[in-house]
């Protein structure tokens, strides 16, 4: 099928500690891949993408690699801050539809 | 620039009502997507628009309707409100092909049906 799979939440951290969030994804071929961030009471916004295998999006500290292998792209950050509490979502591209497929979202709450 | 720029950003309706919602994209983009944003379903896609032409639509009744201007700004309808129907609703531009480039969204409409 067609799916975006990612790590229920939510997920608290200790400020400064190592975040991974896991993604994987289903798909024929090799779609882009993309990770979007939602802060209260706003839209998405696209953190970082990926377009082609072992590619690596990076921004603000955030990172993932495009592994065709295990079909997947987490998220990391070596030092969260309190201001990266959000929810965090994966997701691909559908080329032959026009659009993009997301994931059902990971909460993130940092504390102080 | 400008972003992408949605209003109303709230809303209250009664059951059985019709609602317009309108999407103003990022000067240039001519790729408009809709979607439904609800804590049960999920981000889920409702149309997209490419120059005045729907490319794409999802799953969704036929209550559920979009259009595209020369301007490319954007307008979806939602008649006869159901109370399942509220929802954050997200606009979505990009500039040419959204599932490679990626979106950037607007802040949504917030749709209550009551």
Same mark, same amino acid.
């Given at each position: #099928?067609?799916?975006?799979?990612?790590? %229920?939440?939510?997920?608290?951290?200790? /400020?400064?500690?190592?975040?991974?969030?896991?993604?994987? $994804?289903?798909?024929? +071929? $090799?779609?882009?891949?993309?990770?979007y961030v939602? $802060?209260? +009471?706003?839209?998405l916004q696209l953190l970082?993408?990926?377009?082609?295998?072992?590619?690596?999006?990076? @921004?603000?500290?955030? %990172?993932?690699?495009?592994?065709?292998?295990?079909?997947?792209?987490?998220?990391?950050?070596?030092?969260? &801050?309190?201001?990266?509490?959000?929810?965090?979502?994966?997701? !691909? +591209?559908?080329?032959?539809?026009?659009?993009?497929?997301?994931?059902? *979202?990971?909460?993130?709450?940092?504390?102080? | 620039?400008?972003?992408?720029?949605?209003?109303?950003?709230?809303?209250?309706?009664?059951?059985?009502?019709?609602?317009?919602?309108?999407?103003?994209?990022?000067?240039?983009? !001519?790729?408009?997507?809709? $979607? &439904? &944003?609800?804590?049960?379903?999920?981000?889920?896609?409702?149309? %997209?628009?490419?120059?005045?032409?729907?490319?794409?639509?999802? @799953?969704?009744?036929? !209550?559920?309707?979009?259009?595209?201007?020369?301007?490319?700004?954007? /307008?979806?309808?939602?008649?006869?409100? /159901?109370? #399942?129907?509220?929802?954050?609703?997200?606009?979505?531009?990009?500039? /040419?092909?959204? %599932?490679?480039? *990626?979106?950037?969204f607007?802040?949504?409409? !917030?749709?209550?049906?009551?």
């Amino acid at each position: #099928g067609n799916s975006v799979t990612q790590m %229920e939440g939510p997920v608290t951290l200790s /400020e400064e500690a190592f975040l991974t969030i896991n993604c994987t $994804y289903t798909a024929t +071929g $090799y779609p882009s891949l993309f990770w979007y961030v939602q $802060y209260p +009471g706003e839209g998405l916004q696209l953190l970082l993408k990926a377009t082609k295998a072992d590619d690596k999006g990076s @921004n603000k500290g955030f %990172e993932a690699t495009y592994r065709k292998e295990t079909t997947s792209f987490h998220l990391e950050k070596g030092s969260v &801050q309190v201001s990266d509490s959000a929810v965090y979502f994966c997701a !691909r +591209g559908y080329s032959s539809a026009s659009k993009i497929i997301f994931g059902s *979202g990971t909460r993130l709450s940092i504390r102080p | 620039k400008a972003g992408v720029t949605q209003t109303p950003r709230y809303l209250i309706k009664t059951r059985g009502q019709q609602v317009t919602l309108s999407c103003s994209p990022i000067s240039g983009h !001519r790729s408009v997507s809709w $979607y &439904q &944003q609800t804590p049960g379903q999920g981000l889920q896609f409702l149309f %997209e628009y490419f120059s005045e032409t729907q490319r794409n639509k999802g @799953n969704f009744p036929g !209550r559920f309707s979009g259009r595209q201007f020369s301007n490319s700004r954007s /307008e979806m309808n939602v008649s006869t409100l /159901e109370l #399942g129907d509220s929802a954050l609703y997200l606009c979505a531009s990009s500039l /040419e092909d959204p %599932e490679t480039g *990626g979106y950037t969204f607007g802040s949504g409409t !917030r749709l209550t049906v009551v």
